[in-house]
C-alpha cells in the first residue's frame, strides 16, 4: 500500500471516529441523582402563550415603528404548530426590513422570548427575455429588493432535568437562554435560517417593458410558521448551524451555502445522508481516478488506441461547463472538480499532440537530445518502447500500423457521431431559442451546450468502442481510471434515480455512461490477455503488400 493510500485510509478512520463520537453525544443525556440539584425548564407541561409577530424597518423594534401583524395564544407542547399568512405593510419593505417574533407565558410575562429574521434581500433581478419575440426589451439591471417567501421558527419543548453542575453541550450554550434569578433555563426559539436559501424569495417589483417598476401587492405577503422541536432535533440543527459558520469562515460563498441550504429544505434526514454518502464515494472515485489517469498517461510512449476527437470532444464539453458555472456565479467548491478536469484534459492532449510530432517529424524528447549531445545515445540507433519492451526497426512499423488503425476507427466514429448529434442538438437549438427566455444570447449558446454536453455525454465514449474493436486489444486504456470513474457514474447516477424527483426518461438516461463501461468489460473479456498487444519482443517481416506481418518471439 502506497503513501497516499495510507494517508487517505488513516483520514477516512479519524473522520468515522469524529462522526462516531459526535453521533453518541448527540444521544447521551446526563442522568440525574436522587439528591443533586437540577435545571429545569420554566415552560413547564401546557403552559399557556401569547404569540405575537411583527415586523419593523430597522434592526431594532421600537414602539414607533414596529407594526404587529398577529397574535394569538396557544399551549406549550409537543403539538404546538401553526401556519398563518401574513401581509406586509408597504412602509415597512425596506432593506432592513425584519420579522419579530415574541414568545412569552401569560401569567410570566417577564419570561419572554424574542427571535428577529431578516424577509428582505437584495438579489439581482432576472433578465431572462425571449430572444426572439423581445429582442430589444430593456432589462433593469442591478440588485432589486426581494421577499422570504415563508419564514420558520422552531421552539424547543423539552422538559429534561440537567444536573447543576452538568457544563451544557456546546451547541446547546447559544440556544438556551438561562436565566439568573432562578438559576434554570428558558427554551431555545429560533428562526431557522438554514431552510432559507435565494430560492425562497421573490421581487417586490414588477419591471415593465419599459423599464419601469411597480410594487406587486401579491407579493407582499409571507407565510409564517412556528413548530415545536424536540431535543434531538434541536442539538442537530445546532451543529449544522455551527458548520455553516465554519464553512463560512473557510471561503464557502453565499451562492454555495445557497446550494447546501436549498438541500436541507428540499429533502428529509434520510435523503440528506444518503446525498452525502454519493457525495463522499463521487469525490473518493474521482480524486483516484485522476490519479490513475495521471500516471497511465505519463507511461504512454505512443498514441496506439487514443482517441483524439473523444480529448478534443471533452476538452470542448469542460470549456463550455466551466464558462456556463462561471456565468451562474458558483462558487469554487463546485468549480474546483471541474477546473481541476479540465487542466487533466488539456495536459492529455498536449502529452498527445507530442507524440504525434515525434511520430510524424522523428522528433525526440529533451531528454533524448541531451543524451545524445553527451554521446550516451547513438543517433543510429532506431529502437523504441512499446508496453514497457524495446522493439526492433520491424517492431516500430508494426506500431505504426497500430496508430494508423486507431486514427482511421477514431475518424469514422466520428463522423458518425456528428451525423446523429448534429440535427438533434440544431432542432433543440431553435425550439429553445423560440420558446424559452435567455438573459443574452451567449447565455442561449451556454445553455444549448450544456444541455448536449449532459445528454450526449456517453457519445465521447463510442469513438474508443471502436478503436477497440478494429485493434482487438483493450490494453492501451488505463483500466484502473476506468474502474474509478465507473464507480464516481455509477454512484452520481443513483442519486437522481432514489433521491431527486425527476422524469423516469432522465433517470435511465443516466445510466448510459454506464450501458458504454459494460461495452468496455465485455472487450476486455472478448480480447483476452494472450490477444492483446504481448509483452515481448516483436519482430516484423514485411508481407507482399508492403504491412507488417507479426512474428512474435517470447524472450
Given amino acids: 500500500m502506497g503513501f497516499f493510500r495510507k494517508c487517505c485510509c488513516l483520514f477516512v478512520l479519524s473522520y468515522l471516529v469524529a462522526l462516531g463520537s459526535v ?51 396557544t399551549a406549550y407542547s409537543e403539538d404546538m404548530h401553526i401556519t398563518e399568512t401574513l401581509t406586509i405593510p408597504l412602509t415597512v419593505l425596506e432593506k432592513d426590513c425584519h420579522l419579530y417574533l415574541s414568545v412569552k407565558p401569560i401569567n410570566s410575562p417577564e419570561l419572554k422570548l424574542v427571535e428577529r429574521l431578516p424577509i428582505v434581500r437584495m438579489l439581482p433581478h432576472s433578465a431572462s427575455r425571449n430572444l426572439v419575440s423581445k429582442p430589444r426589451q430593456t432589462v433593469q439591471k442591478g440588485d432589486m429588493p426581494h421577499l422570504l417567501r415563508s419564514a420558520t421558527f422552531g421552539l424547543l419543548v423539552d422538559h429534561t432535568r440537567w444536573p447543576a453542575q452538568y457544563a451544557f453541550p456546546e451547541e446547546l450554550r447559544g440556544l438556551l437562554r438561562f ?40 407579493m407582499t405577503k409571507i407565510q409564517f410558521t412556528l413548530t415545536a422541536r424536540k431535543l434531538l432535533m434541536t442539538r442537530l440543527y445546532s451543529i449544522l448551524a455551527i458548520s455553516a459558520e465554519g464553512m463560512a469562515k473557510f471561503g464557502i460563498t453565499e451562492n454555495e451555502m445557497d446550494e447546501i441550504r436549498w438541500m436541507i429544505k428540499r429533502h428529509p434526514w434520510k435523503l440528506i445522508v444518503a446525498e452525502l454518502v454519493f457525495g463522499i464515494i ?25 482517441s483524439m476527437s473523444s480529448l478534443v470532444i471533452g476538452l470542448v464539453q469542460r470549456v463550455i461547463w466551466l464558462a456556463y458555472l462561471f456565468e451562474h456565479h458558483t462558487g469554487w467548491l463546485v468549480l474546483g472538480p471541474r477546473t481541476v478536469d479540465f487542466m487533466t484534459e488539456v495536459w492529455k492532449i498536449l502529452k498527445a499532440t507530442r507524440m504525434k510530432l515525434q511520430e510524424k517529424y522523428a522528433v525526440s524528447s529533451p531528454e533524448v537530445e541531451e543524451q545524445k549531445k553527451e554521446g550516451e545515445t547513438e543517433e543510429e540507433e532506431d529502437d523504441t518502447e512499446f508496453e514497457g519492451r524495446k522493439l526492433t526497426p520491424g517492431g516500430q512499423e508494426w506500431v505504426k500500423k497500430q496508430i494508423r488503425v486507431s486514427a482511421e476507427a477514431d475518424g469514422q466514429a466520428t463522423k458518425w457521431m456528428l451525423w446523429f448529434c448534429t440535427p438533434l442538438i440544431v432542432c433543440y437549438a431553435l425550439y429553445s431559442l423560440w420558446y424559452f427566455d435567455h438573459s443574452s444570447w451567449i447565455s442561449f449558446l451556454l445553455n444549448t451546450g450544456v444541455i448536449y454536453s449532459t445528454s450526449f455525454s456517453f457519445m465521447n465514449m463510442i469513438p474508443q468502442v471502436l478503436i477497440n474493436y478494429k485493434l482487438k486489444s483493450v490494453e492501451h486504456m488505463s483500466w484502473g481510471a476506468l474502474c474509478y470513474k465507473a464507480l464516481a457514474s455509477f454512484s452520481n447516477d443513483l442519486y437522481p434515480f432514489f433521491v431527486t424527483d425527476l422524469p423516469m426518461i432522465y433517470r435511465i438516461s443516466c445510466f448510459s455512461d454506464d450501458v458504454i463501461f459494460l461495452i468496455y468489460v465485455y472487450q476486455r473479456w472478448l480480447y483476452p490477455a494472450q490477444d492483446r498487444v504481448p509483452a515481448f519482443e516483436v519482430e516484423v517481416g514485411k508481407g507482399s503488400d508492403g504491412d507488417a506481418d507479426g512474428k512474435i518471439k517470447q524472450e
Avoid at 409577530?53 to 430597522?58: A, C, D, F, G, I
Avoid at 427554551?187 to 435565494?198: C, D, Q, T, V
Avoid at 483516484?288 to 488506441?305: I, P
Fill in 179 to 218: 436565566n439568573e434569578k432562578h438559576k434554570d433555563y428558558l427554551p431555545a426559539l429560533w428562526a431557522e435560517k438554514l431552510r432559507i436559501s435565494r430560492w425562497d424569495y421573490r421581487p417586490i417589483m414588477d419591471v415593465d417593458e419599459q423599464g419601469d417598476e411597480q410594487i406587486n401587492t401579491n
Fill in 282 to 306: 463521487q469525490s473518493w472515485c474521482a480524486g483516484f481516478a485522476v490519479k490513475n489517469e495521471l500516471q497511465h498517461w505519463r507511461k504512454r510512449k505512443n498514441r496506439v488506441g487514443v
Fill in 23 to 73: 453521533v453518541y453525544q448527540l444521544f447521551d443525556v446526563p442522568q440525574l441523582s436522587p439528591h443533586e440539584i437540577a435545571r429545569e425548564n420554566l415552560y413547564t407541561p401546557d403552559l399557556k402563550l401569547n404569540v405575537s409577530v411583527y415586523t419593523s424597518p430597522s434592526t431594532k423594534c421600537k414602539s414607533d415603528s414596529c407594526h404587529l401583524l398577529w397574535h394569538n395564544t
